[in-house]
C-alpha cells in the first residue's frame, strides 16, 4: 500500500493488531490509502509509525511524496485524541487500577491460606 507517497510493507502482526480490525487495513492493499489514512483520524504520531514500515530500496510515488501540499492530511476538528484527558478521568482510571492491584493481591492472598 502506499502512504503520503512512501511504498509500506505491512507485517501480519501491524493487521492483527489494528484497532480497526484486520479488514480494515487488508481491503486497502494495493491502493494510496493516504486520504482513507486522513480520514479516519488518524494522528501525525499515528503516520510517522505506519511510515517505519516504508518498503526498503522503494523510490517514493508520485509527485506528492513526502509531506507536500499535495497529500496533506484534509482538515479535521479537533477530536479527543488531540486532547489531555480531564483530571477527573485520570484520577477515576487511577483509582480502577489502585483497586484493580489491591483485589488481586486480596485473591492471592486468599487462594495462598486455602491451598495450605
Request: aromatic fraction near 6%; charge should be neutral.
Amino acid at each position: 500500500m502506499i502512504l503520503d507517497g512512501q511504498v509500506l510493507v505491512l507485517p501480519d502482526r501491524v493487521l492483527d493488531e489494528h484497532p480497526g480490525g484486520r479488514n480494515a487495513i487488508a481491503s486497502l492493499r494495493g491502493r494510496d490509502v493516504t486520504q482513507e489514512f486522513f480520514e479516519a483520524g488518524h494522528s501525525e504520531s499515528a503516520l510517522r509509525w505506519a511510515l517505519g514500515f516504508r518498503a526498503e530500496g522503494a523510490a517514493p510515488c508520485g509527485a506528492g511524496s513526502g509531506r507536500g501540499p499535495q497529500l496533506a492530511p484534509p482538515p479535521r476538528s479537533k477530536g479527543m485524541a488531540d486532547e489531555e484527558p480531564p483530571a477527573w478521568m485520570v484520577a477515576a482510571l487511577g483509582m480502577v487500577s489502585l483497586t484493580s492491584a489491591v483485589v488481586a493481591w486480596q485473591l492471592r492472598k486468599a487462594s495462598y491460606a486455602v491451598g495450605r
